[in-house]
């Protein structure tokens, strides 16, 4: 990916002397910022900035690494076709009118792409806005020149957007304001050819990039992408567009209508150490953060200092922190005294630190001053969050003083601002300056916090943990040969023997067809029981009222039945059950989805399992880790762990279910879902009370 980023010299196919067009626009880009050769290709010019102007792509001299495409669609093949007899390596296509115009723009794209797979030539794009590279000047992109008025603001986050005008529009936003340092910005389109995962591979051994931030709406391989993610330190933070429901009220089991929404890709991301963004400002505001402190691990501590100039900011910030994962210092008894010599008699300091009637007394930088000092040198702080004014009531700070003293303690700074609009820039400005992340908003600098102390730890040394061909199939084929016959759904009975064969812990059950045989299968289990009736094609028993439950005598056993067979109309066999008691109904499944293949879902259970939504999702196969890490996704944690005095979930056991659902999809590709709801707990422990397995028909 070398010849895209640092090309020795430039072709710009379309270039023209028209100031309003693209193919002028890139060309002027270029030669303000661009050091290598630049040669503008058109038969119509002799000349353009300068530049001499050539005919066609034969005839540009070396060294030539990239051509930029700027010409219309039905142009770009002959085009491409011609780079690669040139040898020219890459080519960046920022023309549209392809997949995204419908099916002849589809047909153009297909032909490029077979082009690139016949003559091995790379191609970026199309429909995109190319590349930004802020550090080196380099602006390979159709971007308005005013992005050169306010100077390019080289940081160390780079970002990849699926969208051109999002890309364009996002960095002029970001330089303008001169609040965020940008290293490159990479504009992908189509993803025709280099795709997320080629960008994203660069960029992690990029020693320019210290966070990958991304826009994406598809995944051309969302496993090789988490596999990527988790081989590298570097945070990676993405916002997901696309997130469309898709069928899921007629989706046949709870696992595929949870599964909508895009909460398996946040699940995915999850599962690889990827922070999720909701908007593209909090997406930035992420990138920003976690560049500005590379040096901070992962979970090193969630106690946080909060000075502020008022109290309402202070309690407001206490309230927002609880909802990510933050708490506040509880400050030692060196840190109070050293506040109390700023604070009057009649005050004592407490965290949240209340700096005003400290301020009355000596002043805003002598009192921000020690009060930083003092929460920095607390062992019990972990991070500080300062409440800032500016432009009026006497609160001035000294921003450099507070970043060198935060610093050298290691500890990192937040602001707050608020004030007069124009000292309100003038100080963002200086903090991007003195490398302190600021925000006009508390809980938007809270949720920053709470990323960079709580984002997870990532295991470096290997991508995902487990494969598919390490999973032991033959010994799953030899348990599941009674699924060698069947196809579509499976009936209750059937798939518990399934899940049964792979160790996973069902309740003890009868089928039966008749009275007398459910009154063998009671006098086998004792009361209570419960009693289903199986109908092919039923999955919700509850709605088609096909359960009894609580049953605890005979004379109910034989109503429950009769009762039952009016319901089936004498069609299809009961289940008799042994009862399962328990108040905790959790569910768990599989899904083979269309972008990341076989997934794994545990969450709340029984009849509310789709009104609550509380799910988590992974990619399988699953390790043992890895499924706790999922379980602990869950909203639902004081539940699990024993509220109010219910037995608490054994997670491990819970775990190792989800493991081996992972398995067994993985091994049978014929199964395309899942679904066991409830999973009840029983003394700590979870067993399948019901199950539904989906097979393929072929």
């Known amino acids: 990916m070398k010849f895209f980023f640092e090309p020795r010299g430039i072709a710009v196919v379309g270039a023209t002397p028209s100031k309003e067009k693209g193919g002028h626009i890139i060309v002027s880009n270029l030669k303000k910022g661009y050091q290598g050769e630049i040669f503008p290709v058109n038969p119509r010019y002799e000349e353009i900035e300068g530049f001499t102007c050539y005919p066609s792509v034969a005839d540009v001299p070396d060294p030539v690494d990239l051509a930029i495409l700027f010409v219309a669609a039905h142009l770009v093949p002959p ?53 930004v590279d802020a550090r080196r000047r380099f602006v390979f992109s159709t971007v308005t020149p005013s992005i050169w008025d306010t100077g390019l603001t080289s940081g160390n986050v780079s970002l990849i957007a699926q969208s051109g005008m999002l890309a364009g529009a996002f960095l002029i936003d970001l330089m303008s304001h001169g609040t965020m340092g940008i290293s490159k910005v990479c504009s992908i389109g189509n993803k025709m050819d280099v795709d997320e995962n080629d960008i994203l591979e660069y960029l992690i051994d990029d020693p320019d990039t210290t966070v990958i931030g991304l826009y994406l709406e598809s995944f ?95 309690i407001v910030s206490t309230d927002i922190m609880d909802k990510h994962g933050l708490v506040l210092s509880e400050l030692d008894a060196t840190t109070l005294n050293e506040l109390k010599t700023i604070f009057p008699e009649w005050m004592p300091p407490s965290n949240p630190v209340d700096m005003w009637p400290g301020i009355i007394l000596n002043g805003s930088k002598k009192v921000y001053g020690k009060a930083i000092e003092a ?34 303690a290691d500890k990192p700074l937040f602001c707050w601002i608020s004030g007069e609009r124009e000292q309100v820039h003038e100080f963002q400005v200086s903090a991007q300056r003195f490398g302190i992340p600021v925000f006009r908003e508390i809980v938007r600098a809270v949720e920053c916090i709470g990323i960079l102390l709580n984002r997870p730890l990532v295991d470096e040394a290997n991508g995902l943990a487990r494969s598919a061909e390490k999973i032991p199939k033959a010994s799953t084929e030899t348990r599941l040969r009674m699924l060698e016959s069947e196809k579509g759904q499976l009936d209750e009975y059937l798939s518990k023997k399934v899940l049964a064969a792979c160790d996973i812990p069902v309740v003890e059950e009868r089928r039966v067809s008749s009275l007398d045989e459910a009154l063998q299968a009671a006098n086998h289990f004792g009361f209570p029981l419960v009693a289903k009736g199986i109908v092919q094609g039923v999955s919700h028993k509850t709605e088609s009222n096909l359960i009894r439950l609580g049953i605890s005598s005979i004379e109910g056993l034989e109503s429950a039945v009769k009762d039952l067979q009016r319901t089936m109309q004498v069609q299809g066999d009961m289940l008799i059950q042994k009862q399962v008691e328990g ?98 707990i029983h003394n700590g422990l979870p067993i399948a009370v019901d199950g539904l397995v989906l097979l393929s028909e072929t």
Not at 384 to 400: I, Q, R
Not at 626 to 649: F, H, N, T, W
């Open 79 to 131: 085009v491409i076709e011609a780079c690669a007899k040139r040898k020219i390596p890459g080519v960046m296509i920022q023309s549209a009118g392809f997949s995204e115009i419908g099916t002849q723009g589809e047909k153009l794209q297909q032909r490029a792409k077979q082009i690139a797979d016949r003559t091995g030539i790379r191609l970026w794009g199309p429909n995109c806005m190319g590349l």
């Open 220 to 314: 051309v391989d969302c496993r090789r992408f988490m596999n990527l993610a988790r081989g590298t330190a570097k945070p990676i933070v993405i916002l997901n567009g696309g997130k469309t429901a898709r069928g899921a009220a007629a989706a046949l089991s709870h696992t595929a209508s949870l599964s909508a929404n895009g909460v398996i890709v946040s699940g995915a991301m999850a599962q690889a150490g990827i922070v999720e963004a909701g908007d593209f400002y909090q997406l930035s505001d992420y990138c920003k953060t976690l560049g500005l402190y590379p040096e901070i691990l992962p979970q090193r501590g969630n106690r946080v200092a909060v000075l502020t100039y008022t109290g309402a900011a202070g």
């Open 375 to 408: 929460v920095c040198a607390d062992p019990g702080v972990d991070a500080v969050f300062a409440h800032c004014f500016a432009g009026g009531f006497s609160l001035e700070t000294d921003l450099e003083m507070m970043a060198k003293t935060a610093g050298k």
């Open 583 to 680: 108040k905790i109904e959790l569910t768990a499944g599989f899904v083979r989805d269309p972008q990341l293949g076989p997934c794994v879902m545990c969450g709340l259970g029984g009849i509310f399992a789709e009104a609550l939504n509380d799910t988590a999702f992974g990619v399988a196969p699953l390790t043992l880790e890895e499924a706790l890490k999922m379980i602990s996704r869950l909203q639902c944690q004081r539940i699990l762990d024993g509220y109010r005095g219910l037995a608490p979930v054994d997670k491990t056991a819970l775990a190792r279910i989800l493991v081996s659902l992972g398995d067994l999809g993985c091994a049978w590709h014929r199964i395309q879902e899942i679904d066991i709801n409830p999973l009840i």
